[in-house]
Antibody
């Protein structure tokens, strides 16, 4: 059973780059049947899809974040990562990594990690 | 991309049925059968309840069902139970090869 675990700094200063990693356990990130996404949720608000990466390395990003987002994969470590540049307080949220094996359905989620943007 | 539109709240008594709508456009909900529904309890990660409009993953009670008509998808919970009280989100694949979530609906069991 595949499991996901987010990790990274809980506090980031404004204008800096937010960097998070999602570690995949119980399966290979290179499995052709999955793709890997980042999703965030500000406190008391709804879910926002950030982007996805396929095992091929190709990516899709939310147009509203595209200029600031990079998602990459490290198959040797069975991890994928999120970088969000030039952060502001509006980027404060719980960040989830998730996987989809079919039909764009996020069937496996990490527990989420809270990131606060503050000086 | 704009979030899919859901009612902010829906409520019902135990045993009743409720339906949550999720309205998008022909570029997302109306154009693909890749509509999913998620249940989220406070402080927890979302859980997949419905995929491909109307399919239930293993372990999800058959009280949960999904459908779609045009640009609007719906989630119905029959025989409402106390543990169904949670936030619910729809999501859809889009013509831009992205994903988009709904605004979320708080379900209250009276």
């Amino acid at each position: 059973q595949v499991q996901l675990q987010e990790s990274g700094p809980g506090l980031v200063k404004p204008s800096q780059t937010l960097s998070l990693t999602c570690t995949v356990s119980g399966g290979s990130i290179s499995s052709g049947s999955y793709y890997w996404s980042w999703i965030r949720q500000p406190a008391g608000k709804g879910l926002e899809w950030i982007g996805r990466i396929y095992t091929s390395g190709s990516t899709n990003y939310n147009p509203s974040l595209k200029s600031r987002v990079t998602i990459s994969v490290d198959t040797s470590k069975n991890q994928f990562s999120l970088k969000l540049s030039s952060v502001t307080a509006a980027d404060t949220a719980v960040y989830y990594c998730a996987s989809a094996a079919f039909a764009d359905a996020f069937d496996i989620w990490g527990q989420g990690t809270m990131v606060t943007v503050s000086s | 991309q704009s979030a899919l539109t859901q009612p902010a709240s829906v409520s019902g008594s135990p045993g009743q049925s409720i339906t949550i709508s999720c309205t998008g456009t022909s570029s997302d909900v109306g154009g693909y059968n890749y509509v999913s529904w998620y249940q989220q309890h406070p402080g927890k990660a979302p859980k997949l309840m419905i995929y491909e409009v109307s399919n239930r993953p293993s372990g999800v009670p058959d009280r949960f069902s999904g459908s779609k008509s045009g640009n609007t998808a719906s989630l119905t919970i029959s025989g409402l139970q106390a543990e169904d009280e949670a936030d619910y989100y729809c999501s859809s694949y889009t013509s831009s090869s992205t994903s988009v979530f709904g605004t979320g609906t708080k379900v209250t069991v009276l």
